[in-house]
């Protein structure tokens, strides 16, 4: 019996600029060259130490499984999860362009616009995707006024048994008030976070202040003095709708938050109220350089499993 052998192309991924870096792993700009040609990806690649520890590579291996399952065009698009040269490696789609963080304070027609890509991609995520981290530097705009959101290291689907990691998660400013206390793997706490990035948007200062802890510490369990405390706040926002559409994002309970969907709807409603540039006018005017610290480019080489 004869036996056909049929030749693989071996694939590689060249790293050409460094993003970014966590306890455990390192961000690359790069190209994978493939059968296919060469595609521009961004590459989230395990450090050496990091592989020897079992729950790091079972969390890269669950985030890589939840991105997988993500089709939005302003949801980070899955391209491979592969072992580079004994390094375990995530290969994304690579966003051109800069967190909005960097792009500062926004008018209320371009950040309501913002928030509604954000709304619009997560009400598209799977049933009971949340991704626990929303913030400002978790969300990529292109040149064209695109929104991305990136990042799913702490990101979940309920129900499915893929949770990226455990315990409570996420970043400070932007977690809503039932995260201090308890995990809660639900998409209200997500609609909360948009509307911190929202406020901050639109007044240039963070929700919760300078006195986040003690604010946090004050209010917590206490629905009637977050209430009048949120209320001091949005006095900040000059624009009534928005001031009334951002208290009901905020709100103290997570079930009085507008869903998705929603927010969504709202969002848009609104913002095709108010004057100003959209986002995309706001983009095209930025310079655009899109420069990650450079590195020495080299190239390693797709490790196929014996």
């Known amino acids: 019996m004869s036996v056909l052998a049929i030749a693989v192309p071996s694939r590689a991924v060249r790293l050409e600029a460094w993003v970014g870096s966590g306890a455990s792993a390192e961000v690359y700009r790069g190209t994978l060259h493939d059968v296919d040609g060469d595609r521009p990806v961004a590459v989230k690649l395990l450090k050496p130490a990091a592989m020897l520890s079992a729950p790091v590579v079972r969390d890269l291996i669950a985030e890589a499984w939840v991105v997988r399952q993500l089709r939005h065009p302003s949801l980070m698009r899955f391209v491979e999860l592969m072992r580079l040269e004994g390094q375990l490696a995530m290969l994304t789609e690579y966003i051109a362009g800069c967190d909005l963080a960097a792009l500062g304070r926004l ?103 300078r006195r986040e802890y003690r604010v946090r510490r004050e209010l917590r369990g206490k629905p009637r003095m977050h209430a009048a405390w949120r209320r001091i706040r949005l006095e900040e926002v000059a624009y009534p709708p928005l001031r009334e559409l951002l208290d009901r994002l905020l709100q103290f309970d997570a079930e009085a938050r507008p869903t998705w969907r929603e927010a969504s709807s709202l969002l848009r409603g609104l913002a095709a109220q108010v004057g100003g540039q959209p986002l995309s006018a706001r983009c095209a005017g930025r310079r655009w350089t899109d420069e990650p610290s450079s590195v020495g480019q080299r190239t390693l080489r797709e490790v196929k499993p014996t």
């Open 107 to 209: 008018n209320e027609r371009a950040a309501l616009g913002a928030v509604a890509q954000v709304a619009e991609a997560m009400a598209a995520g799977p049933e009971g995707f949340v991704h626990r981290d929303l913030k400002p530097h978790n969300l990529r705009i292109t040149p064209s006024g695109r929104v991305v959101v990136v990042d799913m290291g702490l990101a979940q689907i309920a129900g499915v048994g893929a949770c990226t990691r455990t315990g409570r998660a996420g970043t400070p400013p932007y977690m809503a008030p039932e995260c201090f206390w308890q995990d809660t793997p639900q998409p209200s706490r997500d609609v909360f976070s948009a509307g911190a990035i929202l406020f901050e948007l639109v007044t240039g200062q963070r929700l919760w202040g």
